[in-house]
């Protein structure tokens, strides 16, 4: 006889969160504000990324930034609302400016400190000058919850440069909806393109679906509580469009 015939099947037990604090609320974060929490985000993974380099992901996935967490495509998002930045990334030296606001610079390192709390406009590099585009880059902040972690914290979709189209698109799509942006699901992919600078992966976004009432009012909530201090809002940002491999 197989001696596996004589091993007892034992039921898996799913893990149970360990929550103890009021009203169902993880115990220990009473004096954590948002402002103090920085937003994961949907990071498009490019041939340069840290991951992909160590042999963890493949160019053109998509991984949670803070986490490094894979989430399979396509992505089924819930955006919340849209507000910009602009940022300033320097090869070797990630992000050496920031506009929390795309008004005001409120972040600048070494010599772009000489410009914080300076306007914007009044920066060089915050516009095209002539065929050189801008270094000072417009970002698209869309922070979403994930249908499949519908009640986890919110994640950002940060969109610039290349990706810009895109976020006029998602922008355009849930606009023409008539509805709240956080009314309709939506979904991310990717694909990999090639031009004269390199290869790099873009992001591809749809329409899916109507909310269920129940992702809505969770949706809702989430709003409500996000949007009176999207001004505090941190994303994790970087630049994932120097990460490419030149032809």
Known sequence: MDDNQNLELKPVTPLVPRVSGTKSTPAGFDEFEQG?????????????????????AKMGEIANSLTKELVPQPVEFIPLFMFKTRARFEMGRGLVMLSRDNLTVTMGLDEFAQYQNKPVEEVPGAAWEGNTPPKF??????????????NEFPISLSLMKSATDAA??????????GEDMFARVY??????????????????????????????????KCFNDWYKRKSDIAVDLEEENTTTTQQ
């Open 36 to 56: 103090d929490l920085k937003i994961p985000r949907l990071a498009i993974l490019q041939a340069l990324s840290e991951i992909v380099i160590e042999g963890k």
């Open 137 to 150: 880059n417009l970002v698209y902040n869309f922070p979403c919850l994930l249908t499949t972690k519908i």
């Open 168 to 177: 006029k698109a998602l922008c355009s799509m849930a606009r023409f909806s």
């Open 187 to 220: 979904t991310l992919k990717t694909k990999v393109e090639k031009n004269d600078k390199g290869t790099f992966a873009v992001p591809v976004i749809e329409f899916a679906r109507r909310c269920t009432d129940q992702e809505y009012a969770v949706a809702s």
